[in-house]
């Protein structure tokens, strides 16, 4: 079955970068969109942005353009978000999920990283 | 940016009873609508896409409906295990965005 499997929790301090994995397996990881979302203590959740891993072609939401750098490796089933510049605004747990298909939903998604900045 | 406003904050329902859930959107979405359930310390489920197909694996007690600018999730029959998290979201502009959620508590 399809599997999602997240790097772990991180605490970073403000203006630093954070890098998150997720190792995907169960289907053929070059052939579906990966997206990133992220959901801060009491607020909705955000869409960040996603990856075709078959070309590395990214699409980012412009709330994060200039932060958000997407990247994938095919060779490891893998896909990475990196955000700079925190700020504490950006505690939130961070989820990969993958695309039903070309279509901008989700039907598997990683169990989530929490990220917390604070200084 | 496309608002999604769900509808009611809370619903207390006791199990067996039907459940209706609302989710308008700010401008019309035609059908690019999807409801995911979410239970503590787990990440969403895709319950249903493009407003009214349920995803795999889904019981058919869930249902979706609507189009444009007004969505409901319906739960025809309430299994203890559905009290949960409920959000939908919209595909049909970048960004993507979703609701504020609907909280389904056992009454």
């Known amino acids: 079955q399809v599997q999602l499997v997240q790097s772990g929790a991180e605490v970073k301090k403000p203006g630093a970068s954070v890098k998150v994995s997720c190792e995907a397996s169960?289907?053929?990881?070059?052939?579906?969109?990966m997206h990133w979302v992220r959901q801060a203590p009491g607020q909705r959740f955000e869409w960040m942005g996603w990856?075709?891993?078959?070309?590395?072609?990214?699409e980012y939401s412009q709330k994060f353009q200039g932060r958000l750098t997407l990247t994938r490796d095919t060779s490891a089933n893998t896909a990475y978000m990196e955000l700079s510049s925190l700020r504490s605004d950006d505690t939130a747990v961070y989820y990969c999920?993958?695309?039903?298909?070309?279509?901008?939903?989700?039907?598997?998604w990683g169990q989530g990283a929490l990220v917390t900045v604070s200084s | 940016e496309i608002v999604l406003t769900q509808s009611p904050a809370t619903l207390s329902l006791s199990p067996g009873e039907r459940a209706t859930l609302s989710c308008r959107a700010s401008?019309?979405?035609?059908?690019?609508l999807a409801w995911y359930q979410q239970k503590p310390g787990q990440a969403p489920r895709l319950l249903i896409f493009?407003?009214?197909n349920r995803a795999t694996g889904i019981p058919a007690r869930f249902s979706g409906g609507g189009s444009g600018t007004d969505f409901t999730l319906t739960i025809s029959s309430l299994d203890p295990e559905d009290f949960a998290l409920y959000y939908c979201?919209?595909?049909?502009?970048?960004?993507?965005?979703f609701g504020q959620g609907t909280k389904l508590e056992i009454k």
């Open positions: 999920a993958k695309d039903r298909g070309g279509t901008g939903d989700w039907d598997s």
């Open positions: 979201q919209q595909r049909s502009n970048w960004p993507y965005t």
């Open positions: 990856i075709l891993p078959d070309s590395g072609n990214t």
């Open positions: 169960g289907y053929t990881f070059s052939s579906y969109a």
């Open positions: 401008q019309s979405v035609s059908s690019n």
């Open positions: 493009d407003a009214s």
